[in-house]
């Protein structure tokens, strides 16, 4: 038996998702894998670096590549934003571009359809947010739009929302699938070590929970991740760092109410995520403009190699 699976055939597949920000790049990924590993918010630029998801069907690994929306950059961590995604189309079997079933294209999608094509890697144009046209033509018209620019090698319109054409999606990508070694261990599902997904599972919620502009200057950093010895209780010491005096009383919020939401909705998803029971303490320390300077994107783990 052993020696028939060693006989076998493997397959690998290297597939970017990009797209600018909000269209659900990893509301896709977290759909393909089945699991969550990457946040998902109805804010624009959620994802910050590049986040890698492997799924191994049968004899094929999938890597799926999710990468920050791309934009028009307007800070030192933007430029470290776009450089994820302009990397992250090089060298893969398949870039897939998720764009929204209506609108005018940014002038961010213009460019990244132009390096696609530069670049020359087959190419996946998937419409998604379906869901939310009633009239087909509509559809046409963005298919036709779209195709006028560049010649994707399929389009494939999808509702992540509503699971609709996700299985289009796999049966498209496995023609990509290339025989080969796999890279991961089969039961990988992501490259993102525990702390960097508890960090984020807290980014998410202050998201969530706040508005404006605050929310996209903090970044949050886990300083302490230990297991008690005399229970099943993780302690955990999260520092949520802001960019104003005036956004830490924000985020603490009227005797403290915001920052208790952002901490319990926190804690219960940390907890389903690593199957025990935790303590979180989050702590809130200001650090002027830091999206502008180089070393402390680098010390949250945001700079791109
Ligand atoms: N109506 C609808 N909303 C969707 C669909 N897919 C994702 N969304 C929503 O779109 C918003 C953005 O989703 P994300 O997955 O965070 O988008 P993203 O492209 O990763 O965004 P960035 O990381 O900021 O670039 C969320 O509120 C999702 O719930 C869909 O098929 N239909
Ligand atoms: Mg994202």
Known sequence: MLLTMINQNTKSAFISI????????SSL?????????????????????????????????FVFIDTPGFHKPKTKLSNSMIKAVTTSIKDVDAVMMLVEPTGKLTEAELSLIDSIKKEGNPSILIINKIDLIANKEVLIKRINDISAIHKFD????????NNDGIELVF??????????????PDDTL???????????????????NLHQEIPHGTA?????????????????DAMIYCEKTSHKGMIIGKNGVVLKRIASSARLEI???????INLQCWIKVRDDWRNKEGMIRNFGLSEK
Do not use: C
Not at 18 to 25: E, I, S
Not at 271 to 277: D, P, Q, R, Y
């Open 190 to 208: 992501t490259d993102q070590p525990e702390r960097v997904i508890v960090s984020e599972i807290i980014r998410e919620k202050i998201l969530l």
């Open 29 to 61: 990924l977290n759909k393909l894998l089945g699991e969550k590993v990457a946040i998902v918010t109805n804010k624009p630029q959620t994802t910050r670096t590049r986040i890698t998801g492997v799924l191994t069907k049968g004899l094929t690994q």
């Open 171 to 184: 049966n498209e990508l496995d023609k990509y699938a290339a025989e080969g070694v796999h890279f991961f």
């Open 18 to 25: 990009v797209g600018k920000p909000n269209v659900g790049k």
């Open 220 to 236: 949050v950093v886990i300083e302490k991740m230990r297991e008690r010895e005399d229970k099943e209780l993780i302690d955990i």
């Open 271 to 277: 907890e389903g995520f690593l199957g025990v029971k």
């Open 154 to 161: 399929v389009i494939i319109p999808i509702s992540v929302l």
